[in-house]
């Protein structure tokens, strides 16, 4: 029997967090229209005091932000952290998007001594390993922007 | 307003005790109180009791296991849970209840004893528990959050590495005398300088572990009870405080915060203090003992800051200059603070209060803060969610 869909190459491990389909990674915010907050997950929900609630649109957050902190995480995060090897240390970064809001995430960076408060970096995908179908099951991560 | 007091308080000794149950060290921490108070079981007509997460159904409804063992008398039993802040949740209660009349004595009693290895996520439903984000997508454990918040206050205001190994090598000289410590070895700047990484700019020794403990209050405003007891300790005021929105700190479990305050730092923290400082009718100027909530070497700079000892970016000259120590302006954690302790996540603000109570009854030896009068007890728990007791002889 002939195939009708491809196979995806790259699945993520919890969904509507991240979205990858177009060129650039972009991470799922949303914004309420009424008080203006941005929140994340989108289906997390986080109002001003007093909001009516109304008009919540979904937002995709800009590709690059700044660097507001980061560190280097010497042990390997416990499960349900899962990733196919020991990449311990790896960097941890908080950045900035220029909508309003900080989101965290993993630094994927060769060289992590190297890392400074104000650097650009752009959101990208991570795989954390592999599924029994093959496919790459990923994360969002950061990297800087050379 | 009742006027009340603590007439008795009691601790099990901090440690690990994988062979040991809730129950089993929860009761001791009780007998120690009651023993204290010179309080019979019977005239104990209430319990606040901490909810013991990892313990099943029994850890749940711990107070009435706990009532058991001394014998059911038919009181009211609750149990409460509010993380790291679930000890000052059932003091609040206790004091609540006898402040309303409901009571005239009452048990605040917290217990835990944690699950062996480390803390992870206990839902698999990233849609309603976050916590599950942060550990599958990000590999974040707890002191990648503290470390995140530690880095920007060394840009922000210069803390050195020193001043974070300087607050291990102060605690460690109070948990070096203080027999219910866990740890108890002394350090120097160079021997905590030259610890582990363990969270970059964190060391081992510059956050605290996890570990098991239990401790127990007896409230009273009884005048038999306060009469009898050795010393009582008045409460001024016992608060809780939640987060305000806005607040720019990146909580444990969250993984996205607000690019502009509108609220400070540690907001919850900022509420629960205020709050204690209008009720009890003085200010930090006032406070001649601190137990404040060093999960790790930044919290101990960030808490003196939040709780108003001192203006933003001035804690670390305040360490460097002595002031935080016993002897100083202000003696902060003079018990050796979960630095030597550890986090024992149901019992911890109870243990804060019983620390803080027995340096205003003169009882700490060779870490007694001189002439100690005023005591506050300050804790932090997850998701924005913080309590402040303030104690008075
Ligand atoms: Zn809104």
Known sequence: MEKTQTQ???????????????DSVRIRSARCGSCGTYFFPEYHAQHRSGCSREGVEPVLLSNSGKLASYTIEHYMCPPPFKTAENISPYGIGLVEFPEGIQVAGLIMESDLDALQIGQEVETITYALYRNEEGQDVVTWAFRVLK | MREISIVGVGLHPWGKFKDKTFIEIGTVAIANALKDA????????????GIYIYGGNAGHISGQYLESVFGETGIPVVNVYNACATGSAALRMAYNSIAAGEVDTALAVGVDISPEGFLSAKSDNPRQDRDVLRWRMAGMPNPVYWALECRKRMARYGTSDEDLARVKVVLSQYGAKNPNARYKKTYTLEEVMNSLMV????????????????????????????????????IA?????????????????????PAAAEAPLLSESYSASRQAYKKAGIGPEDIDVLELPDNSSWHYLQYLET????GEGEAEKMLRDGQTQIGGRLAVCPSGGFSSFGEAIGAQAIWQVVEASNQLRGRC???????????????YGLMGNSGTTILKV
């Open chain 1, 8 to 22: 995806k190459a790259r699945v993520p491990a919890l969904p509507d967090l991240f979205d990858f389909s177009g």
């Open chain 2, 38 to 49: 010179g309080v019979e079981w019977k005239d104990v007509q209430a319990i606040f009791s």
């Open chain 2, 199 to 234: 969270c970059d700019p964190l060391r081992l020794l510059e956050v605290c572990a996890t570990s098991d403990g239990a401790a127990a209050v007896i409230l009273s405003a009884s005048p038999g009870a306060v009469k009898k007891a050795d010393r009582p300790v008045k």
């Open chain 2, 237 to 257: 005021a016992t608060t809780m405080g939640s987060a305000l929105y806005g607040d720019p700190t990146l909580r444990i479990s969250a993984l996205s915060a």
């Open chain 2, 307 to 310: 709780c108003g000892f001192c």
């Open chain 2, 365 to 379: 030896g060779e870490r007694q803060v001189p002439d100690a009068k005023v005591a506050m007890a300050q804790t």
